[in-house]
């Protein structure tokens, strides 16, 4: 069965850094679009960054600039390298795969905005200190 696991979460003064790191399993890596999502108490969860298979990427606009995402495939890990860290990051981190996936333009980014995934994993905290 498919496998998420995310961790690399702690807390950080704000403009510093943190990685996180997304571990899937139980599947065969071919096509693929994995995302990263953030949640506060009481908000919607904030779909913040996407990549796909053909090596397409998506930022929302909160955190372009500062955050890198990017996919080990012999490893089928999902990293999420976030620079700049800001008190308004803090944050519970989600990372979701949605394996058996096609590549067309722009739907990754399309998923990733819309939270639409079928594998989640359980989270990791960030806090940034001002």
């Known amino acids: 069965r498919v496998q998420v696991v995310e961790s690399g979460g702690g807390s950080v003064p704000a403009g510093g850094s943190l990685r996180l790191s997304c571990v899937a399993s139980g599947y065969t890596p071919s096509g693929y679009c994995m995302g990263w999502f953030r949640q506060t108490p009481g908000k919607q969860r904030e779909g913040i960054a996407g990549?796909?298979?053909?090596?397409?990427?998506y930022y929302a606009d909160s955190v372009k600039g500062r955050f890198t995402i990017s996919h080990d495939n012999a490893k089928n890990t999902l990293y999420l390298q976030m620079d700049s860290l800001q008190p308004e990051d803090t944050a519970m981190y989600y990372c979701a795969t949605e394996p058996a996936f096609t590549v067309v333009p722009d739907l990754c980014a399309t998923l990733v905005t819309a939270a639409d995934f079928g594998y989640w994993g359980q989270g990791t905290q960030v806090t940034v200190s001002s």
């Open positions: 990549i796909d298979s053909g090596g397409n990427t």
